[in-house]
């Protein structure tokens, strides 16, 4: 079994909305840092760096399932509080791979989200295949081997 990358995000006093909950979209931009985080610190600490080269988001799916205040009494002086995020591989083909996400407020589950990505040429500006050392690097975070 391929094991969950895991980022613990801090949030940020601006990410709530007027309810004091963060806001929806916030939620895309916390997804964001936990893959950055996977793509850009996790691979480049397996030697693979070419995912900087480029990659594009074809599609994101985000399903709420509570909503998540600031929590005050989580935090501390010396840390704001923080959310879990859990991500792995659900597909993997060769021009495109899937991530899915789980965000955690504790002990509980509170939004799933996917998205869909393409590895991306920057000075062409066209899509390009996946290169054997970032689909080695993808596999390790894919249960069954990417092929949902």
């Not at 995912?51 to 840390?79: C, K, M, N, Q, T």
């Amino acid at each position: 079994m391929a094991d969950r990358f895991v980022y613990h995000c801090t949030l940020r006093w601006s990410d709530l909305d007027a309810y004091g909950h963060v806001n929806n979209a916030r939620f895309l931009t916390l997804y964001e840092e936990a893959r950055v985080a996977l793509m850009f610190v996790g691979a480049r600490a397996h030697g693979v760096d070419s995912f900087a080269d480029g990659v594009v988001i074809r599609r994101h799916e985000v399903d709420y399932l509570r909503p998540v205040g600031y929590a005050l009494d989580r935090g501390s002086a010396e840390a704001a509080p923080t959310v879990r995020i859990e991500l792995w591989v659900e597909r993997l083909r060769a021009a495109s791979f899937t991530v899915g996400y789980e965000m955690h407020d504790g002990d509980l589950l509170i939004s799933r989200a996917r998205s869909v990505l393409v590895p991306f040429d920057l000075l062409r500006q066209v899509p390009r295949r996946l290169s054997e050392a970032e689909r080695t690097f993808l596999l390790g975070y894919a249960p069954d081997g990417g092929a949902a």
